[in-house]
């Protein structure tokens, strides 16, 4: 989050990179979703809009299905950073996004997330 936040996003992805591999491999799904939606930040950050709804959709299922809810601190820097994806897209495409990420597995989220490419 530091390196996005001093716009190293090079630096930002590639933590997020081995973090969110890490993660995986001990199966740690409350680092998963902060790190889906870091992800999703970053995506933001870098005009990656699409990409970064897709990836906040999928936070939004993992949660739910884990049943952890976002701190009030989380949730204002969460919701700027959805605001931030949100006004680079039109209404219909940020919520086809948004749904395209809700529908996927954790497994397809992760895959997704860890491709690095925009969409």
């Not at 930040?41 to 739910?64: D, N, P």
Request: aromatic fraction near 6%; hydrophobic fraction near 50%.
């Amino acid at each position: 989050e530091l390196a996005r936040l001093e716009n190293n996003y090079a630096a930002a992805h590639s933590y997020l990179l081995e973090a969110l591999s890490l993660e995986k491999e001990i199966n740690d799904r409350r680092a998963i979703v902060c790190s889906f939606e870091e992800f999703a930040a970053l995506g933001a950050a870098q005009g990656q809009a699409k990409r970064s709804a897709i990836l906040f959709g999928a936070a939004e299922t993992l949660r739910t299905a884990i049943h952890v809810v976002l701190l009030p601190i989380e949730r204002v820097e969460v919701e700027k950073n959805i605001a931030a994806a949100r006004a680079q897209l039109d209404e219909t495409t940020f919520n086809a996004a948004w749904a395209e990420g809700r529908a996927m597995s954790m497994e397809q989220a992760i895959e997704f997330a860890l491709q690095g490419t925009d969409q």
